[in-house]
């Protein structure tokens, strides 16, 4: 005699958790929530110029959070982003302004440059073994030397390059819906949202992305090159970053060394906020998206609020102690 066992079928809650859809819907709840208390705290909220504002801060901190979610969805990190957006943006300004040369091989250059980078990282990470944590601080402490003495502590200026200054504040959109001004760079966010979202969902490299953090020692013994797949997944968010690097050059009209530090850490709230896991396995540019409007939205209402800069900082370091530990309790309920 023989005995079986059956497996009771999860319900559909069980299933919406451990999917992490849930943390998506939260988020965007929290969204709505704060929109609608900034908007009751403030009548100068709601204003279109306001929510320009928004949008133009949500497009630095979102490409951010595409290059970031890539990362973490491996079981990895990277501290860099924010002085590689720098570096990138100071490098542009070395091709652009120094160099005279036009502004399609500054573009090349700000994305090269931050896939360079990018792949730098990844290989301390996968052939030297160098944990991420460590490997992407000191990659961090280095851009961030390479951006002061490239330029010489100076901003670089993009007066003499016409239409740098369009690539994040123009819109194209405003120019066909002149009641839609939305700036240029929130077109490119999205584009690269879209981009990246089709890459994890569509493409090889999204599968490894994901298989690499449930289980990299699984797909090792499968026989797949892992470091090879997690150097490629570290270059394609260094090149994202070199998009964010543009800009927010394009935003300031100028590369600004002393720029970046503080950009990782929201960046990294926005992913976590948004349903990333640390632990890597699962996430979605969706929630990153999500997670970085919620920090442009509080970040903005704050300053509507006139709280002092130092109050939200407070309340940014919060925020990423939240939403970590309520990314603890996530998987320890879909265990």
Known sequence: MTATTTTRPRSALARLVSSGAHQRLLAFASLVVLLIGFSLASPNFMQTSNMIAILQATSVNGVLAVAVTLVIITGGIDLSVGTMMTFCAVITGVVLTYAGLPLPF????AIGTGALCGLCSGTFVAKMKIPPFIATL?????????????????????NDTPGFSEISRG???GAVFPALPIPNGV????????????????????????????????VRLSGVNTDRWKIAIYALSGAIVGIAGLLIASRLNSAQPALG?????????AVVIGGTSLSGGRGSILGSLIGALIMAVLTN?????????EWQTVVTGAIIIVAVYADMMRRRRAT
């Open 106 to 109: 500054g573009v090349l250059a």
């Open 138 to 158: 000191g990659m961090m402490l280095i851009l961030r030397g390479l951006s002061l003495v490239i330029s010489g502590t100076r901003p670089i200026y993009f």
């Open 171 to 173: 819109s194209i959109i």
């Open 187 to 218: 077109l490119i966010l999205f584009l690269v949202a879209a981009a990246a979202s089709w890459v994890l969902g569509r493409t090889v490299l999204g599968r490894y992305t994901f298989a690499l953090g449930s289980n990299e020692e699984a």
């Open 261 to 269: 530090l503080g950009y990782e850490l929201e960046a990294i709230a």
């Open 301 to 309: 209402g704050l300053r509507v609020l006139s709280v002092a800069q």
